[in-house]
């Protein structure tokens, strides 16, 4: 006989979100990154896709490796992105399959988009009609604007959002353009927060069985990343805008009105200097947060004239002459390799860390290799393949990588018969149609494959994944 | 009902979970996140206040721990105590109130808790609901668990820097560039946000808690976009550029200085322009008479259009060095091109869209007779608003109410406690 405590021995073998549901109809980066997490949480994800208009993501020509043929499946960046999801072939725009997502939508929990806004409501997919096929439905849209206020429909990619929020301005060199952020922060982190709020909504729903639409805006989320720029301004009336201002990866800017920002007048050194060889990435940074931690570094740089001098004693004066402090420190940091350096400095009781590129933590970081960050997964187009792991762990419910993407369409067949129940013959004329591929090209060999086998197969996502 | 749904009674969507706090800088937004939608988070500081009290900036300059907006920022709708946890007394009141807990919120170093003998198997023992979320700057193990770090530390590990920066011609042997605005604390936060969802999930079909175990390195380095993916497909290694994405080539420039001093962000120009989008773009440029040759018959062949994104950018260029910044933001947006104005506080301040998601929000400092506005939510959750419930609390402002009225210790031992410093 099987006990409670059995059940629950089961159960905790399980990912936690085991058993939810999720419509995806999202594309490019922020939206399939906040499935993505929802789908290694443990819900399955099913992916909507129309090949007409490809995920921009499938497109990438950055991503292809050298010998592999380039095609919407081939992408390195659209692997990472939609590990673990299922993915369908559905045209919304034909009649036929409007009535298929909507099928699909009732056995669902979560329906989550980052369309322009009211694109949904477009196709007859607003959240009214979404909570009569789903009355506890968890519906997250992601617009850039969001889909309330004057001008949501203003379009936004992480760029823009990022510079209408006030997160580019803070990064760059006074008196220099701003040096913004070097990728999509707001794609990543909108990613983030749509997984948070459909989670967050999730709870809500379990607590009291109610599902709700929440209206994320991609742009705003920068917004609440400025909170002190933000409260300087709404309660002191002191602009960004200033002289001296953003100052670097330093505190404050040597010469310019020292003012009580969100990192200074607190810390000098605090930049980043260059390490032996002087490559493009051969950098290291280091920050003495108090006097104790200067004289740990001057003591490990072997007390050099110039660092006793008394313009360096304290804080004050270091952050006066941080010219001069800068240029002594890194005639001794062009001297070490930047891992050595750093591994030397915190042993020291300095903190310093290497500037780390790509191939620094793939290759070279020992503690996300020791914390297993990458983990290799068979990918039909791609071979064994790198995946970006979870950089949490649960001990109760572990979500280790899940899976492969779906190559596009490859579970159109599956889901729509055994899941939705669909008529095989109604499914091959589908085929025919223009619902489920488009008229005008014949499906990939592996779409044609599901339709040429036996239809029916119990589909297994886990097994699949 | 009011867009952000302030204007009613609807409970938060994480109505009834109580959280216990015990982080500065590493967590407190993750903290801040839960308070605003609804939870119970009582932010347990050492007596005197914790060390975050003390970033700047500060209301008028005057450096004093209930005046930084820092901490008023990262703690609002939260309750707060002080405990001296490292005495026997302390750890008693914390083990009666981590029995009344559904999740606690930590960032001290690995091992410290359990030293204490306040670590997850001790707590969860009575209490086995109980989910604990430890955030660190390396996770609890692992050759660097050790280390100290820093905001600049991490976003130099992580991959921040090695993708921001300069071109060459706008800042000749520029360094890598940490953004500010402490994001590598953002970054662990959503992400120790994400995984006690999870754990409240797994909770509420089980009854289990569990202990989480969250590496701020781990989070930094999964967000740098296609960096990794980048490198893991072809072996390159990005480049920075100023004000646009890293890359291994030499992209088209996309930020652009305005006539009145200011900077638009296109997007990456040539991403998104079509023959008929580039029609689009000619013919509204061309009635400033700056459409250069962009009307031209030839820009109607996709083949010429793929291999004219440096020409295009350089027109753009030339247009917006004639145009104010919220002219040609707002005229490109119009015509639908997802371009951005790089905007500044002050003029946030004043944007209509935000006042219509009712995002400025007042917020009443009664101790001062005071109201300031801050920043509002991400998300509105029209079914179970987010709200600001009160500003940050005051060193122990909560310490008679929770320890008191709601764990029942008499004044008499309230009094003890304060006596021996415990609180």
Known sequence: MQTDRDLNSKRRKDRPLQGVRVVDFTWVRAGPWAARWLATLGAEVIKVEWPENLDMLRLNRFTVPPGVEPGPNSTGQFADTNAGKLGITVNVRHPKGLEAIKSLISVSDVVIENFSSRIMQRWGLGYEELRRLRPDVVYVSMAGFGQTGRQHYFGTMGPAAQALSGLTHLSGLPGKPPAGWGWSYLDDTGGMYGAMCALTALRHRNQTGQGQHVDLSQMITGITLTGTSFLDKSVNNRESRREGYPPGNRTVWPGAPVVHNYRGPIAAPHNAYRTLNGGYNDWCVIACLSDEEWANLVDHMGSPAWAKDARFASLSGRLEHQDEMDQGIEEWTSTLGKYDLAEKCQAAGVRAMPVQSSEDRVENDPQLRSRGMFTKVEHAKLGQWKFQSAPFRLDGSPVPVKGPPPMIGEHTANIMIDLLGTEPDDLLKGFNEGVFWPESSEPFDYVQKTLDQPLGQPLDSEATA | ?423
């Open chain 2, 1 to 423: 009902m009011t867009a952000n749904g302030t204007g009613n009674d609807l409970a938060g969507p994480l109505a009834g979970l109580r959280v216990l706090e015990l982080t500065g800088e590493t967590a407190q937004f993750c903290g801040k996140l839960m308070a605003d939608l609804g939870a119970d988070v009582i932010k347990v500081e050492p007596p005197g206040g914790q060390e975050t009290r003390n970033i700047g900036p500060f209301m008028n300059d005057q450096t004093h721990p209930e005046r930084s907006l820092h901490f008023w920022h990262y703690n609002t709708s939260k309750r707060g105590v002080t405990l001296d946890i490292t005495t026997p007394g302390g750890q008693d009141v914390f083990r009666k109130l981590a029995a009344t807990a559904g999740l606690i919120l930590e960032s001290y170093p690995a091992g410290y808790l359990p030293g204490l003998g306040l670590g997850y198997e001790a707590l969860s023992a009575s209490n086995p609901g109980l989910i604990m979320c430890s955030v660190t700057p390396f996770g609890q193990d692992g050759p660097w668990r050790d280390f100290q770090t820093s905001d600049l530390l991490h976003l130099a590990a992580g991959g921040q820097m090695a993708s921001s920066g300069y071109d060459p011609e706008d800042v000749p042997d520029a360094p890598p560039i940490a953004p500010g605005g402490g994001n590598a604390w953002h970054i662990a936060s959503h992400y120790a946000y994400i995984s006690i969802m999870a754990a409240l999930y797994h909770l509420d079909f089980t009854g289990e808690g569990q202990y989480i175990d969250v590496s701020v390195h781990e989070s930094c380095s999964l967000t740098t976009e296609g960096a990794i993916a980048i490198y893991l497909s072809t072996g390159d290694v990005v480049r920075r550029h100023t004000g646009r994405h890293a890359s291994p080539d030499e992209s088209p420039k996309i930020q652009h200085a305005t006539n009145d001093g200011g900077w638009i962000n296109t997007t990456r120009s040539g991403s998104n322009l079509t023959t008929d989008r580039i029609k689009v773009l000619a013919e509204w440029m061309d009635t400033y008479g700056l459409a250069q040759d962009l009307l031209d018959e030839k820009y109607q062949d996709p083949a010429v259009v793929a291999q004219s994104d440096q020409h295009f950018a350089a027109v753009l260029r030339n247009f917006f060095a004639n145009m104010p910044l919220v002219e040609a933001y707002e005229g490109g947006q119009e015509l639908n091109f997802p371009w951005g104005a790089v905007r500044t506080m002050g003029e946030i301040m004043g944007d209509p869209h935000l006042d219509d998601r009712d995002f400025f929000v007042p917020v009443e400092h009664p101790e001062l007779g005071k109201e300031f506005t801050y920043p509002g939510p991400a998300a509105i959750y029209n079914g179970s608003p987010w709200r600001i419930y009160r500003r940050a609390p005051l060193i122990g402002e909560h310490n008679e109410e929770i320890l008191g009225g709601e764990l029942g210790l008499s004044k008499t031992d309230l009094e003890m406690l304060k006596r021996s410093g415990v609180i």
